[in-house]
Structure formats: structure tokens, C-alpha cells
């Protein structure tokens, strides 16, 4: 049998074809004694290795609930359901038992949380909560293995006198100090997915900017896929490859970013573009913010999630109160039941010129 | 770290200044107030004019208030004199001076009863931190299970039910109509400590039942809170098995309030557990203040309260101290 032959093969999981991380038909819901939250549904998008993907909404539009389900990290609740799948590198997670999942928790997949100074324990030293992170997946490492590891993740990460900085506690260290300790705790085992979560949102605007550039050089190091959860449009800009934007639980708008950012689709998109502050806009001209609130995830609105603070809804008839619409296209795809020529034209005409 | 602890003494130290103020000034005080006259007390109404005039300089009763409470000061620290003529009684530190009742020194008087409270307060506390935080940790992992229910129910009654409705029960039940146990009795744990337990056991459970409930609740309450914190996702997010998660990061904040309650308890117990002490006729420090209140016992009620102030306060000291090690952030504070 010749290799040519093998590599004509099917193999069970299609080894080859299957991207690194694979999120198909998610759907995570929350029964609380006020009804049945319905966090994420019918969410399906794909990372490859070496690319980061962005993924927007406002608060409570299902980031975070999403991230946390590839980390397996509802497990421990006992009111979660999860369903769909998840494939990270031909290992399904969503039916995988709680050890298996664990292990690549912080192993294989890491996670970078909002406020480090909340997210990092306050008992114990910076130090020693990454040197824990490393030696529950290298068992066999020796405590001076595991320091050495550590104090060497804390420079990597561009804190001084990281042998120093070991021994101290969380509240020691600064805002950015302390975001660039978690991020040597996510990494400290090579992670080859990232999921960071408003990595950036608790941090100064400067800081900001050197905690992106970290991320960012040690991904083109690691050859790492991101997901960068962030409501800050700028962020993605800056970063991410692909573009997932989820509104009221589910996934309305997926497409390259240059794509998303130049020829957004979906009337929420324009709302989030028109709300982004710019410098080279006219002071007196007002931000344009998407107007209402988010919907409750209890009690969603009918059909098109979005149709109470969509200024189009009702241009086709009743579809958009009554018929839930569908993610459609290709590479660009978004879920709205305007025709795409009519909204090719509102786009051009009625809100590119406020951008 | 040490600028903290001396802090703390000092603090401790003029804590305590203060309470003798306090007691010095009420006790002494109020017999003025009221109109009762302090040497009368301690000698008798049918005493003569001229023996109250000599029990009344031999005390000092007629000195200033400040020159009393300056003797009433250095006798505690140093001891003192009491003199009247060439009648000299030493009263050695630290010298409380000497009850109404029983003309006793009321310091080794107290010494006497402390064996039995500390008895008890100990044994007692064992049982109810054991008891309280196992339990408590059970039910907020089983949140909303019938285990959890059923302690958390078991709870509520063992918070409501005073120690008279609790100790007489188990007092009828184990001891008079089950037989099991002998009536609650205190032998010296030196001389024999199987009769020290079994004649302790009743008023220790009796107390823990009441204070476990506390803690479970609180432990509850703490663990619940904690558990949902930030940074226990970020220990299950490293990939730590739940056992780590819980008996590590859980606990370590989860319990570290309880010891602040747990310092008050104790203190305050050691002064004196008067209900349990009167409910299962135990002598100690609670039963001693009980009579010294019904016989207008001066002296001695300004002991024990002394004696009870010096025990929260110390075992708040250490209290401060174990926090230092705790939680670093205090260390800073």
C-alpha cells in the first residue's frame, strides 16, 4: 500500500480536515427559579491554529457563557446544560467526562479572566498559583522545576525582577503587572488555544495596549489560537483574524474581521460600528449608540431577537416578529432577513456616511 | 509583620485599661449613686459605727475616687495592702481584692472555678467546630439537596432553642430516663479523665448543639460565597481536580471569618458559660458570677468581669495575630 493510497483515506474524525477547534450547534441554558436562561443557542464557528478570533456583543449577549462552555467550566454548575459539540483537535469535550476535560483545562486550552485582581487567590503568592497551574499537568516536575518554570513565564511576560515579584501576593502588583502574571499563569503549559476574556477591560488605555502586544507576540511564538471575548470594537480591530458578533445568544454576524469592519451586514453590527468613538469625527457630532437595552436571555423576543431595536424591522412584512433568521452565507455570513441588496443599499447610503 | 503585632498588644493593653476603668466606676460607683454603702455590705448591717469607720479606711473607701482606682490599679498589677492602724492584710497581685460573702481573695477564689469553665468552654468549642464547619461545607456543596435541607432545618432549631430548653432535655433523657450517661459532674481531668468526659459530655453537647448550628450556617453562607468567586474559577480553569479547588482555595477563604467568631465565642465562654454552668450545676466561673450577682458580691463580680474582659481581649489579640498569618493583605493594613 503506497502512501499516496493512505492519504485518499477517509479516517474516522477526518483528521485531516477537521479545524483545531470546532464548535458546532452550542447551545448552553441555565434553569434558575425565574425560568430557563437561554445563554447560548445554536452557536457554530471554527479556530485554526495560529489565528485568533474575536468575538463582540454587549454584556449578557453570550461571550463569556460561550468560552466558558469550551473550557467545560459549567460542569460545576449544576443548572447548566450544555449540548452541541465541541472538537478541540479531534477530542470532543461536550461528551467527554469531567477528567478528561480537566486535564487539557490549563493544559491544552487556558483562559485569561477580566480583573485579575478578583480572578487571582488572595491567600496565596503569584508565584506559587502559577507554580501550582504547571505542576497539576507536569506531575513529575520537581518544586525548583516548577519555580524555575515560573520566575521564567514572569519575565516572558515583561514583569522586572520576576524572582522578586515570585514571592509577592496578588495585591502587591499593579493592575497591568497583575494581568501580565495571569497571563504567565494561562501560558505557563503552552496552551494551544487562549481564550481571553476582556483581558483588557479593568486595565489603564495604555496598559491596554501593552497587554494586546503581549498577547499578540507570544501568540506568533506559541502559533496559538485565540479567542479574544471583548465588547470593544477597537480590540478586535487590532487583533482578531475572524469575527463572531452575538447578539441575544446567538450568533448574528461571523466573517473575516476586514470583512466585518469594512462590509458589515447586520444592522446591529452598524449599531456597534456608530457607537465606537472616533478621533477624526467631529466633537459636536453625537456617538450613535444602538438605542434600547439587551434583551433578557428569560424572555427573548420573537423571531428576529433584535427586532425591538432594529430601525428596519417590519420593511418585509411581519418575518422579523415571527421567524427566527438564520445564520446564511459563506465565509461572510450573517442572520438577517433583509434582502442583501436592500441592505447593500441602507448600508451605503444611510450608514456608511455616518461612520 | 511586627509593627502590626506590637499594634496589637498595645491595643490588647489599653483595651483592658479601659475595662477597669468601666467596672471600677460602675461597681464603685454605683453603690454611691444608689445610695448603699460598700463597707456595710461587706461587714454587715448590724455591725457597730466604729468597726464600719475601720473596714471603711482599712478599704480605702474613703480615700478620693482617683487615689481608689490608682490602688485598685496597682493592686492588680503589683498587689497591695489593705491597712488600718497596725492591721496590715496583703492582698498579692493580682490582688481583686476580697469577696463580701466568704472574705476570700477573690483572684484564687476564681482561679478554683476556672478549671471547670475552661473544661467546658474547650470540649464544647471541639465539638461545634468539628461539628458546625463539617457540616456547614457539606450543605453548601450540597446546595439545595435534602442533606443540606435537613442540616440547614436542624440548624434554625439548634440557633433557636435557649440552653434551658436543650440541657434539661438531654439532662431527662440520657441521664434520668435512658440511664446512659451519670449526671454532669466535674472531676479534674488530672485525676481522672474518663469521670472528666463522661461527667462533661452532656453540657459540651448541649452547648456545641447551640453553637454548631451558628457555624454551620455561617460556613454555609462563607463557602457559598466564596465558591462563587472569581478566583476558584481561576483555580478550576489551571485544570486543579475539584478536591484542590475545595479543600485548598475554598476553604483557605471560606473558613478564615469563621475564626474572627470563633475568637469572640471562645472569649466570651471563658468568662463564664452561665446558663450551661447553672442548667447543669457545674462550678465554675458563670455559676460563681451568678451568686456573686444574687449576694451583691462587689468584689467578685468585678473579677470575674476582669477575668472575662482579659480572656476576649486575649484571645482577640491572638485572633489579630493569626490574621497577620492568614491573610497576607492584613500584614500591610
Known amino acids: ?355 | 509583620m511586627l509593627t502590626y503585632l506590637i499594634r496589637r498588644a498595645v491595643n490588647a493593653v489599653l483595651t483592658l485599661l479601659v475595662v477597669t476603668l468601666v467596672t471600677f466606676g460602675i461597681f464603685f460607683m454605683v453603690p454611691k449613686i444608689t445610695g448603699s454603702d460598700p463597707a456595710l455590705l461587706y461587714i454587715g448591717k448590724t455591725a457597730d459605727a466604729a468597726s464600719v469607720e475601720g473596714i471603711r479606711t482599712k478599704l480605702g473607701l474613703a480615700d478620693p475616687v482617683i487615689v481608689q482606682y490608682g490602688k485598685f490599679l496597682k493592686g492588680l498589677v503589683a498587689g497591695r495592702d489593705y491597712a488600718n492602724g497596725n492591721d496590715v492584710t496583703h492582698c498579692p497581685a493580682p490582688c481583686m481584692g476580697y469577696s463580701f460573702k466568704t472574705d476570700q481573695e477573690v483572684f484564687p477564689l476564681l482561679m478554683g472555678d476556672l478549671p471547670v469553665t475552661l473544661s467546658l468552654a474547650l470540649g464544647a468549642a471541639v465539638l461545634w467546630v468539628l461539628i458546625g464547619v463539617s457540616t456547614g461545607v457539606i450543605s453548601a456543596l450540597r446546595r439545595g439537596s435534602l442533606l443540606d435541607r435537613a442540616v440547614m432545618t436542624g440548624a434554625l432549631a439548634g440557633v433557636s432553642l435557649p440552653i434551658y430548653f436543650t440541657g434539661l432535655l438531654a439532662l431527662s433523657i440520657f441521664v434520668y430516663w435512658l440511664g446512659w450517661l451519670p449526671n454532669a459532674d466535674y472531676t479534674s481531668f488530672f485525676v481522672n479523665p474518663l469521670s472528666w468526659a463522661s461527667g462533661l459530655i452532656l453540657p459540651w453537647v448541649t452547648l456545641a448543639f447551640l453553637f454548631a448550628a451558628t457555624y454551620a450556617r455561617l460556613t454555609r453562607a462563607n463557602m457559598l460565597e466564596t465558591l462563587g468567586e472569581d478566583y476558584i474559577r481561576t483555580a478550576r480553569a489551571k485544570g486543579l481536580g475539584e478536591r484542590t479547588v475545595i479543600g485548598k482555595h475554598a476553604l483557605r477563604s471560606g473558613l478564615t471569618p469563621l475564626v474572627t467568631v470563633f475568637g469572640l465565642d471562645l472569649g466570651a465562654l471563658l468568662g463564664g458559660a452561665v446558663l450551661t454552668e447553672a442548667v447543669f450545676n457545674l462550678r465554675g466561673l458563670g455559676y460563681q458570677a451568678l451568686t456573686a450577682i444574687r449576694g451583691n458580691d462587689l468584689p467578685v463580680i468585678i473579677g470575674v468581669t476582669l477575668i472575662a474582659a482579659f480572656f476576649i481581649v486575649f484571645i482577640n489579640l491572638i485572633v489579630d495575630v493569626l490574621y497577620g498569618f492568614i491573610d497576607p493583605r492584613v500584614r500591610l493594613g
Not at chain 1, 485568533?52 to 453570550?62: A, D, M, Q, R
Open chain 1, 1 to 355: 500500500m503506497s502512501t499516496d493510497s493512505l492519504a485518499g483515506l477517509t479516517l474516522p474524525g477526518d483528521r485531516n480536515t477537521r479545524p483545531f477547534l470546532e464548535v458546532k450547534d452550542l447551545t448552553v441554558r441555565f434553569e434558575t427559579d425565574d425560568g430557563i436562561v437561554q445563554a447560548v443557542s445554536g452557536s457554530s464557528f471554527t479556530v485554526e491554529r495560529g489565528k485568533t478570533l474575536g468575538i463582540v456583543g454587549e454584556s449578557g449577549s453570550g461571550k463569556s457563557v460561550t468560552s466558558l462552555a469550551v473550557l467545560g467550566l459549567h460542569r460545576t454548575r449544576s443548572n447548566a446544560k450544555v449540548s452541541g459539540q465541541i472538537w478541540l483537535d479531534d477530542q470532543e469535550l461536550v461528551t467527554a467526562t469531567d477528567e478528561e476535560v480537566r486535564k487539557l483545562r490549563g493544559g491544552k486550552m487556558a483562559m485569561i479572566f477580566q480583573d485579575p485582581l478578583s480572578a487571582m487567590h488572595p491567600y496565596f503568592t503569584v508565584g506559587s498559583q502559577i507554580v501550582e497551574a504547571y505542576r497539576v499537568h507536569n506531575p513529575k516536575a520537581s518544586k525548583k522545576e516548577a519555580r524555575e518554570r515560573a520566575i521564567d513565564m514572569l519575565a516572558r511576560v515583561g514583569i522586572p525582577q520576576p524572582a522578586k515579584r515570585f514571592g509577592d501576593y496578588g495585591h502587591q502588583f499593579s493592575g497591568g503587572m497583575r494581568q501580565r502574571a495571569m497571563i504567565a499563569m494561562a501560558l505557563v503549559n503552552d496552551p494551544q488555544l487562549l481564550i481571553a476574556d476582556e483581558p483588557t477591560t479593568a486595565l489603564d488605555v495604555t496598559v491596554q495596549a501593552q497587554i494586546l502586544d503581549l498577547i499578540r507576540d507570544l501568540q506568533a511564538e506559541f502559533g496559538s489560537a485565540v479567542i479574544m471575548i471583548t465588547h470593544d470594537l477597537g480590540v478586535v480591530a487590532e487583533l482578531a483574524d475572524d469575527v463572531l458578533v452575538m447578539y441575544g445568544g446567538k450568533i448574528i454576524e461571523r466573517g473575516p474581521a476586514t470583512s466585518v469592519f469594512h462590509d458589515p451586514q447586520h444592522p446591529y453590527t452598524w449599531g456597534l460600528l456608530g457607537s465606537m468613538p472616533r478621533l477624526d469625527r467631529d466633537v459636536r457630532d453625537r456617538l450613535n449608540p444602538v438605542k434600547g437595552s439587551p434583551p433578557s436571555l428569560i424572555n427573548l423576543p420573537s423571531g428576529c431577537a433584535f427586532h425591538p431595536r432594529c430601525p428596519y424591522a417590519g420593511r418585509n412584512g411581519d418575518r422579523s416578529f415571527t421567524e427566527v433568521p438564520e445564520l446564511r452565507g459563506g465565509a461572510h455570513a450573517v442572520a438577517c432577513h433583509l434582502p442583501p441588496e436592500d441592505r447593500r443599499r441602507i448600508f451605503e447610503q444611510e450608514v456608511a456616511p455616518n461612520l
